[in-house]
């Protein structure tokens, strides 16, 4: 797991678009099927795009069809943070990254095999790795 990685809010919208910014560190959400990853195929590994841990593995994306990047499992859940959501009238689990507390979306019951799970990440809190 990368070390903490705390910057002030001036530094974290230096380093990041307005759309990482308002989906990191605002909690944010972009619209569904408009993410730069959603649809990804190659195989690679998936970081974040705040403080560059490695969260996922393409081996463990899939198509959930809700129209943003599904992953079934985490490379590690020690770097994930996981914390209760009640906004928009419902209960969810938000995920977070654990070394720089970025908004990365949230997760799900719902998922495949072996897992049963769905993490449902914003494209715009990672950056995608193309294994070569």
Not at 62 to 91: H, K, N, Q, T
Request: glycine residues 6%.
């Amino acid at each position: 797991m990368n070390k903490r990685v705390e910057k002030s809010e001036q530094e974290w919208r230096d380093q990041l678009t307005s759309e990482q910014y308002h989906v990191t560190r605002e909690a944010g959400t972009e619209r569904a099927f408009t993410g730069m990853y959603w649809n990804e195929k190659r195989t690679g590994e998936y970081y974040c795009i705040c403080c560059n841990q490695l969260l996922f593995r393409s081996a463990t994306k899939f198509d959930s069809g809700c129209g943003w990047p599904s992953f079934f499992a985490a490379v590690d859940r020690d770097r994930l943070a996981f914390i209760e959501d009640r906004s928009l009238g419902m209960r969810r689990v938000e995920v977070q990254c654990a070394a720089c507390d970025a908004h990365l979306g949230h997760i799900f019951p719902d998922g495949p095999a072996p897992t049963g799970l769905r993490y449902c990440i914003n494209s715009a809190s990672l950056q995608f790795k193309a294994e070569d």
